[in-house]
C-alpha cells in the first residue's frame, strides 16, 4: 500500500473528500487516495517483507514523496 | 422491409433460435445462414455471423443510401472500402483521414469508451500505413446543468487526453454541443488525419496463398465480448450497468509501440496487407481482409495470445481487446517481421494462413471449429430498404430545450447570454487537456483560427504548405431540417477551412441517427444523405470515407440526427493562414476595417438566441448553394493573398456572437454598423444581430486591401460593416446599440464552460 | 563540426522527433537517437531526456524508465559532468534517478494542462543558460499531468540557497501548483537541467515562439567552448 506522505498536498485526495459531502457523507475527513500492488514472492515472510521493502525503496514508491506499508497476505494457494 | 425468402419447413431447434435472436439476427436472417452452410451454425459460427451482420458491420439499413454520395475525385488514392480514406497532397504525400463513433461505449463508461475511441480511429489511419498526426473530436451531451453531463463530459474529455497524449498524437480541434436529446446518449465521434509516403500506401486485402496471418500487439482478453452487436445495435435501458464489464480497456503505451512497429513493417515493404482489429475483432478482420482479397484463410485460434485462461474459441473469434493488427507476410519475410516486432517490444504471432479456397476455417489447434464461405459473411447479409416517411411535426420527439432568457430580451442581454452559453462559450477547458503540440506541427492552436492548421512534413520531406483540418456538426439545425442542415454542417466544415486559405481535399463523415427502423429516422436519415450529396457535389468535395452509427436513443426518445462532417484541406502556404481574432496592433495607424463577406441571409428559426428562449422553431430558410460556394472561394483567395488579418465565418449565435468572439479572443474592440445588412436583406434587427444561416465571414483587414478585396467579392456579398478600434465593441443596427467592454467580452466567453463545471 | 546530442528514446516517449528538430535547427549541434536498450552513449557530447509517457507512466512518472539499460551510462556521463538535459518526462527520469533534487507531483488541478506559458531565467549558472540574461523572460508551452515540483522545506532551502533553481514561471502564471513556482531545477554541478516547458515546441515562428532556441543556443556555444 503506497499513499502519500503525511502532509505533502494530496489534490486527488482532496477531490474525494470534496465528493462524498455531496453524496450525503458529511463527516468524512482526512481522505488520502494512494495505490496498492500486489505481488507473488517466494520465501518465508520475513525475508519477503524484507524483499519487497527493498523494492519499494528502489522502484514502487518514491520516498521522497510517498511512504508505504508492506502486507504478507499469507502463503499462495 | 424487403424480407428475405423465409424458409417455414425448417425444424430450427428452438435453442438455436432463441440464441439467434439474442445476439440480433432476425428469424429471416438465420434461415438465409442455414441455406448458405447447407447446415446449421455451430456456437461460434452463429456468433461470427451475428457480428458480420450487424448493423455495425454490414450497414444494412444504410449501404444502399450511402452509395448516392460522391466519392471520387482527381485527388482521391483511397474511397471508403479501406480502413480510411486517402487523398493526394502533393510532394509524394498522402492525407489518410476517417472519422468514427464510440456513442453506445461512452456512454456506458466514458472514460475507456472515449479513449478506446481514440485508440481505435488511430489504428484505422496506421492501418493503410500513414502516421497519426491529428485527432479531432466532436461531442455531443445533454443539459450542461445536469450531474450526468458534468460527468460525462469530465470523463469523456478526461479519456481522449490520457489516451491521446499518452500515445503521443496531437488532439488539434473539435467541437461540442450541449442539448438535452443527448441527456442519455452523448455523441463522443473522433476523427484521425494522418499523412504517408503516397507509394507506401497499404491495403487490406489478404493475398498469395500460403501467406502467413500474424497477429500483432496486445494479448487477447474477454473485454467487449458481445459489445459490437449488444452494445452497438440496441437502445440503452437500465440494465446497461450490467454491460460494463465488457467494456474494453485501453492501453496507450501498446499503442505507442504498435505505430512505430507497424510504420516499419510497412517503410520497409515486409508486409502484403495490414488490418486493424476493431468490433468484432477477429471474426471481421479476417472475412474482410481475405473477401477484399478474394481468397480463404485457415486461422488457429490456439495460437492467439491470451489474457485469460479458459476462454473458448467463439470468445477469442470476437473479442475486442484494443492494441490489436494483423498483418499478411510471406513466409521468407517473417524472421525479417518478428525482429522489428521485438525491437519495439510488440507481441507478433503467425496464427494462421492464406488459402485459394474462399472460406473462414478456424481451427483450436488440430480440431476444425468453424468452417464458413468468406462471401456468405461479408457480402450475403441481406440489406433493408428504409421506409422513410416524413413526420407531421420533425421536432415532436425531442424535449425542448431549458428557457434562461426571456422573449422579450435587450439585444444586449442576449449577447450576453449567448457569448456565456455552453454551446458559444469557449473550449479552453476541454483543450487546455489535450496536448495540441506534439509533432512540431501545429501551426493554428484550438481556437486561434476557424480551423486546425498542421504544417505539411513527413518522414524527411519538409514543405512549405499546411492541412486545415475541421469537424463539424449541428444536430439541433438537422432536426429543424435534415436537409438544409446537413448542407449547412457541409458549408460550415467548408467555410471553416477557407477562413484558413484552404481548400476541400475530401470529406469523411460520421452519421449518428436513432433506430432506422421507424419512419421518422429513416426520412431524417435519408434526407440528410441526401443534403450531404448535394453539398459535396456543389463544393466538388468527394466522400473518402466515414461511419454510421444508428440506434443511438435513450429510454426517452432519440438523439437529433446528427451528421458529423470532417473536411481535410490545403494550404499553399502556411504562414498565411490568418487568426479569427480581430488583430489590434495596428491600431494608432489606421485600424483595420471589418467586412462580411458572402449571401448571408440570416434567420432565428433553429438559431441558438431561440434555443435560450426555451424553442426550436423548424423552418431553415432554403438556399442557393452555388453563391454560398463561391463566397467561400473568394474568401480562400484574399487569404491566400495575403489581403485579411483575420477570418472567421458566422456561426452559432449569429453575426453579434461572432464579433464578440472576434474581439474577446484578439483583446481589441470594434465599432460595427449593421444596417447595411438590415437594409439588404430586409430583416428585423435581431435577425440581423443573432441569426444564422450559411455563407457569411467576417473578415478584418487593412483599408486598401479590403477595398480592393471588395471589388472582387462585390458579386458574392460584400458589405464594410466597421472598423477595429477601440476598448469596446459598439454594434449598432437601426435603433439598438450594443456595447460590450472587451475585457467583459473576455470573461463571459472564457468562464461561461468552467462556470457550468464548477 | 557540430557537437552531437543524443536524444534517448525510451518506449512511450512522444516527443523525441521534436526534440530531434529542435537540436538539428540549432546552429552548432546535431541530434541521433539513443535508444533505450543501449549501454553507451556513441560519442554524444550532451544528452536530452525528451518528454512522453516513458513505459506508459503507470506506475510513477519516469519511474521505470529511470532503470532503462541506456540510463546507466547517462548517470555516469552525468557524474562526470556531462550537459543533460531533461525535458518535462525527461526531467521526471532525472529526479527518481536521483540526478535532479525534488520529485514532481500530480498537478493541483489534476488535469494535464497544454497552454503557453512565461518563464524567467534564475540562472545562467548551466550550460543550458549560460547565454541567457539573468532574469530573462521565455515564452514557452507547457503540457503535463504530473508536473508539480516538490521539495521538502529544507530540501527546497538547500537548492535556492544553492542557485540551482533554473527557470520559474512568472507571477501568477504557475500552471501547477509547483512549489515556489519552479519550473525548471539543475543539480549542484550546473550540468544536470530538468525543466517541465517544452523549450523544444519553441523553436519556431511558425509553430509559436523561438525562445526555446535560447536554451539549445546556450548549450551549442557551451560545446563548442569545450570542444574546441
Known sequence: MIRPKEGILDPQGQAVERALPALGYDDVAHVHVGRLIELEVGGDERTVTARVEEMCERLLANPLIESYEVQAAGAAP | MSEVAVNPGSGLPPGLLSQAEALGLKRSELDLICELLGREPNQLELAVFSLLWSEHCAYKHSKKLLRKLPTEGPRVLMGPGENAGAVDVGDGLAAVFKVESHNHPSAVEPFQGAATGVGGILRDVFAVGARPIAVLDSLRFGDPDT???????????????????????????????????????????????????????????????????????????????????????????????????????????????????????????????????????????????????????????????????????????????????????????????????????????????????????????????????????????????????????????????????????????????????????????????????????????????????????????????????????????????????????????????????????????????????????????????????SACRALDVPVVGGNVSLYNEGPEGPIYPTPIVGMVGEVPDARRSPSSAFNGSREGSRPDLVALIGPFRPALAGSELEKLRGSVVPGLPPFDLRPVVEALAVVREAVRAGEVASAHDVSDGGLAACLAECVALGGVGAEIDLDPLVHRERIDLEAALFGEGPGGVVVSGPREALLALSNRAHRVGFLAIGTVRGPELRIAAGAATIALSVEEAGRLFHSGLPARLS | MSARVGVVVFPGACDEEDALIAVNGTPGLEARYLPHGERDLKGADAVILPGGFSYGDYLRAGAIARFAPVMEAVIEFAREGGPVLGICNGFQVLCEAGLLPGALLVNESLKFVCRQVVVAVDSTATPFTSGCEPGEQLSVPVKHTTGRWFAPPKLADQVEAAGQVVLRYAADTNPNGSLRDVAGVANEDGNVFGLMPHAEHAVDELTGSTDGLRLFGSLARHLSAVTA
Open chain 2, 147 to 533: 450531474p450526468r453531463t458534468r460527468y460525462l463530459l469530465e470523463r469523456v474529455v478526461a479519456g481522449i487526453a490520457a489516451y491521446g497524449n499518452s500515445v503521443g498524437v496531437a488532439t488539434v480541434g473539435g467541437e461540442i454541443y450541449f442539448e438535452p436529446p443527448y441527456e442519455q446518449n452523448c455523441l463522443v465521434n473522433a476523427m484521425c488525419v494522418g499523412l504517408a509516403r503516397k507509394d507506401r500506401l497499404v491495403r487490406s486485402a489478404a493475398t498469395g496463398v500460403g501467406n502467413l496471418i500474424v497477429l500483432l500487439g496486445a494479448r487477447t482478453g474477454r473485454d467487449g465480448i458481445g459489445g459490437a452487436s449488444v452494445l452497438a445495435s440496441a437502445e440503452l435501458s437500465e440494465a446497461d450497468h450490467d454491460k460494463r464489464p465488457s467494456v474494453q480497456i485501453g492501453d496507450p503505451l501498446e499503442e505507442n509501440k504498435l505505430i512505430e512497429c507497424c510504420l516499419q513493417l510497412v517503410d520497409q515493404e515486409l508486409i502484403a496487407a495490414l488490418q486493424d482489429l476493431g468490433a468484432a475483432g477477429l471474426a471481421s478482420s479476417t472475412s474482410e481482409m481475405a473477401s477484399k482479397g478474394g481468397v480463404g484463410l485457415d486461422l488457429d485460434v490456439s495460437k492467439v495470445p491470451r489474457r485469460e485462461p479458459g476462454m473458448e474459441p467463439f470468445e477469442v473469434m470476437i473479442s475486442e481487446s484494443q492494441e490489436r493488427m494483423l498483418c499478411v507476410v510471406e513466409p521468407k519475410r517473417l524472421d525479417d517481421v518478428l525482429s522489428i516486432c521485438a525491437r519495439w517490444e510488440t507481441r507478433a504471432t503467425p496464427i494462421g494462413t492464406v488459402t485459394d479456397n474462399g472460406r473462414l476455417r478456424v481451427f483450436d489447434g488440430g480440431e476444425e471449429v468453424g468452417d464458413m464461405p468468406v462471401p456468405a459473411l461479408v457480402d450475403e447479409c441481406p440489406l433493408y430498404d428504409l421506409e422513410p416517411a416524413e413526420p407531421a411535426d420533425r421536432l415532436r420527439a425531442f424535449a425542448d430545450p431549458r428557457a434562461v432568457l426571456g422573449h422579450d430580451s435587450e439585444p444586449e442581454e442576449s449577447l450576453r447570454a449567448l457569448l456565456s452559453s455552453a454551446n458559444v462559450a469557449s473550449r479552453r477547458w476541454a483543450f487546455e487537456q489535450y496536448d495540441f503540440l506534439v509533432g512540431s506541427r501545429t501551426v493554428r492552436r484550438p481556437e486561434q483560427a476557424d480551423a486546425s492548421v498542421l504544417r505539411l512534413m513527413h518522414a524527411g520531406i519538409e514543405t512549405e504548405r499546411a492541412l486545415a483540418i475541421s469537424i463539424d456538426g449541428n444536430g439541433r439545425r438537422v432536426a429543424c431540417d435534415p436537409y438544409i442542415g446537413t448542407i449547412e454542417a457541409v458549408c460550415e466544415c467548408a467555410a471553416n477551412l477557407s477562413c484558413v486559405g484552404a481548400e476541400p481535399l475530401g470529406l469523411t463523415n460520421c452519421l449518428n441517427f436513432g433506430n432506422p427502423e421507424k419512419p421518422h429516422v429513416a426520412w431524417q436519415l435519408t434526407r440528410a444523405v441526401e443534403g450531404m450529396a
